[in-house]
């Protein structure tokens, strides 16, 4: 299983970015699905997640300015970010909890995944 993001950039403060990311490989479905972030010298920290059935989580910093979402028909989460500050610049990591196999998923064993992380850079 492989996660896959895009979407990274260099954006002015005020502006929007659209985070992709695409899980592929032995998936047979698709647990909750989320979004991370990590500046350079802090702990990685939650942005979002999703449930499979796209009950939704945010951190206080990004409620308002940030949607996440999912297309359970091409294993995607995405991850709209508005009105972007400063403070929101950092590698973003995307995860999903996957159940590789019927059985897998009877047993309710999911295993955790992480994207490569993509670099989100703001500009005051």
């Known amino acids: 299983v492989q996660l896959q993001a895009s979407g990274g950039g260099l954006v002015q403060a005020g502006g929007s970015l659209r985070l992709t990311c695409a899980a592929s490989g032995n998936i047979f479905r698709i647990n909750a699905m989320g979004w991370y972030r990590q500046a350079p010298g802090l702990q990685r920290e939650l942005v979002a997640t999703?449930?499979?059935?796209?009950?939704?989580n945010y951190a206080d910093s990004v409620k308002g300015r940030f949607t996440i979402s999912r297309d359970n028909a091409k294993n995607t989460v995405y991850l709209q970010m508005n009105s972007l500050k400063p403070e929101d610049a950092a590698v973003y990591y995307c995860n999903a909890e996957i159940y590789s196999s019927f059985g897998d998923y009877m047993r309710q064993k999911d295993n955790d995944y992480w994207g490569q992380g993509t670099l989100v850079t703001v500009s005051s």
């Open positions: 999703i449930t499979s059935g796209s009950s939704t």
